[in-house]
Nanobody
């Protein structure tokens, strides 16, 4: 059974930084890519960033480009999200996800970690 566990959420003032981490565990787990999504109150879950292990390419939502950086270690099944210049609109529950397919259909999800940015 695969589990994704996020950590690092919290309360921060606008302009501040947070670093989220996610670790995958369980059996022999390997993924094609890992990603971060977020869901704000009353809104749908949205994509934030992903890293594809083959080649190490990254991709970001326009709303976070230049402020957030995704990184990770495929061998350790860990992924991080460095969030800088945080804005109140970044407030959301952040979820880690993993996929084994190149179609980026995410089958594995963490329980989420709350990020709150105060103005």
């Amino acid at each position: 059974q695969v589990q994704l566990v996020e950590s690092g959420g919290g309360l921060v003032q606008a302009g501040g930084s947070l670093r989220l981490s996610c670790a995958a565990s369980g059996r022999t787990f390997s993924s094609y890519a890992m990603a971060w999504f977020r869901q704000a109150p009353g809104k749908e879950r949205e994509f934030v960033a992903r890293i594809t292990w083959t080649g190490g390419s990254t991709y970001y939502a326009d709303s976070v480009k230049g402020r957030f950086t995704i990184s990770g270690d495929n061998a350790k099944n860990t992924v991080h999200l460095q969030m800088n210049s945080l804005k109140p609109e970044d407030t959301a529950v952040y979820y880690c996800a993993a996929t084994r397919t190149f179609t980026y259909s995410y089958n594995y999800w963490g329980q989420g970690t709350q990020v709150t940015v105060s103005s």
